[in-house]
């Protein structure tokens, strides 16, 4: 069983809430209330780079593709090597929906 280093009863109720939503017109009714724009594009960023990264993808032509700053490039890698296993959790979810 995954323990997450930050879980807490608050961070418990908004994911549970997240695996509530069933289409992607309510996740968008949910995030555009709960967060900024910015804030899901960042997210959506960061899910882009990390695909091209999973993919080999070398760093200069994430950053001109996504406009990812290699800070948030690096961070993402590091992610993907050291993390949680939540970006390579998505890919194998998604993989069949290519």
């Known amino acids: 069983m995954y323990k997450s280093r930050f879980a807490n009863q608050d961070i418990d109720e908004l994911f549970k809430a997240v695996l509530k939503l069933d289409s992607l ?3 968008y009714r949910f995030f555009e209330d709960l ?3 910015k804030e899901v594009l960042d997210m959506s960023q960061r899910l882009k780079v990390a695909k091209m990264l999973n993919d080999k993808k070398p760093y ?7 406009k990812a700053s290699t800070a948030t490039i690096s961070r993402v890698n590091k ?5 949680a296993e ?5 890919f194998n979810k998604t993989k069949d929906n290519k």
Do not use: K, P, R, W
């Open 86 to 90: 939540g970006y390579h959790l998505i």
């Open 79 to 83: 992610s993907l090597i050291y993390g």
């Open 60 to 66: 200069h032509e994430i950053a001109d593709e996504t």
């Open 35 to 37: 967060c900024t724009i």
């Open 25 to 27: 017109e309510e996740c």
